[in-house]
C-alpha cells in the first residue's frame, strides 16, 4: 500500500519541519516514556481506534459534497472553522504532503494524518496553555500518544526512524524472543515507501494508521456519543 508516495522532494519541506520538531520533543522528554517494548504499543491499538473513530465525523462534515474525499476548497474551509491559519503555500504542502494516492482529494486516513501534523506542527515545546485545540481532549491525547510512539522507536533521537532504530525497538523487551528479521524487515518496509532507509513522521503515521486498523470502523453504527 502506498509505496509509490514516499518522501519525494516536494514532500522535503514539511518532513524537515517534523523531523526538527521531532528532535526538540525527544530532547524535552528526558528520555521518559510510557511505551517500554513494541507490544505495548500494539496493545493501545484499541485506544488508538477509539481516539480517532471521532474523527469520522468531522470529515463528513468537511466532506460537503459527500463524495468521500476532501477538495482544497473544502479544506481550506475546514481549516477556517478551526481556526487555523496557514499561508496559501502551507496550505498546498500539506495538501500534497497527505494526498499521498495523489488523488487531488483528502481521503478519511489521510485526514488523520493531516490533522495530526497540523496539532504537532502548531504544539509550541514551551507554555502549554497555548497548545493548540483541536476541541477534543481525547484527540490530543491519541496524537500526543502517537508521537510518543514514534519517539520510543527513534533510538537516536535525529527524528527519524531507521532500520536499526525498529528492530532494536522489536526486541527491546525481551530478548529471549526476539522478533523473526523478516518482520522486522516487513514492519519497516510497510513504512519505508521511497526505500531510502528512514522513515519521516509523515511516513510513519500513515503506516500506523493501517496498523491500528482506524478504517475498521467505517462500518461500526454510531455510538450515539
Not at 517500554?36 to 465525523?57: A, T, V, Y
Not at 482544497?72 to 496557514?86: A, P
Request: with cysteine.
Amino acid at each position: 500500500m502506498l509505496c509509490n508516495y514516499g518522501s519525494s522532494s516536494k514532500y522535503k519541506k514539511l518532513d524537515s519541519k517534523l523531523e526538527r520538531k521531532m528532535i526538540e520533543m525527544k530532547g524535552s522528554a528526558s528520555g521518559q516514556s510510557n511505551f517500554k517494548s513494541i507490544d505495548s504499543i500494539i496493545l493501545r491499538f484499541p485506544q488508538f481506534r477509539e481516539g480517532l473513530r471521532n474523527l469520522r465525523g468531522v470529515f463528513k462534515q468537511y466532506d460537503e459534497d459527500s463524495n468521500g474525499t476532501i477538495d482544497r476548497e473544502e479544506l481550506n474551509r475546514c481549516l477556517e472553522k478551526l481556526q487555523l491559519h496557514f499561508t496559501k503555500e502551507e496550505v498546498e504542502d500539506l495538501f500534497h504532503s497527505c494526498d499521498i494516492d495523489g488523488s487531488e482529494g483528502i481521503q478519511f486516513n489521510e485526514f488523520i494524518v493531516l490533522l495530526c501534523l497540523i496539532y504537532l506542527l502548531m504544539k509550541p515545546s514551551s507554555s502549554p496553555d497555548n497548545t493548540l485545540k483541536m476541541h477534543s481532549l481525547q484527540l490530543e491525547a491519541t496524537f500526543d500518544t502517537i508521537v510518543e510512539a514514534f519517539l520510543f522507536l527513534d533510538k537516536n533521537g535525529d527524528g527519524k526512524l531507521n532500520k536499526k532504530d525498529v528492530m532494536k525497538a522489536l526486541n527491546e523487551a525481551s530478548p529471549w524472543e526476539r522478533s523473526p528479521a523478516r518482520v522486522t524487515r516487513t514492519r519497516f518496509k510497510e513504512m519505508d515507501w521511497d526505500k531510502n532507509g528512514k522513515v519521516s513522521f509523515r511516513e510513519f503515521l500513515f503506516a500506523f494508521i493501517n496498523w491500528v486498523g482506524i478504517e475498521s470502523d467505517e462500518e461500526l453504527p454510531d455510538s450515539g456519543t
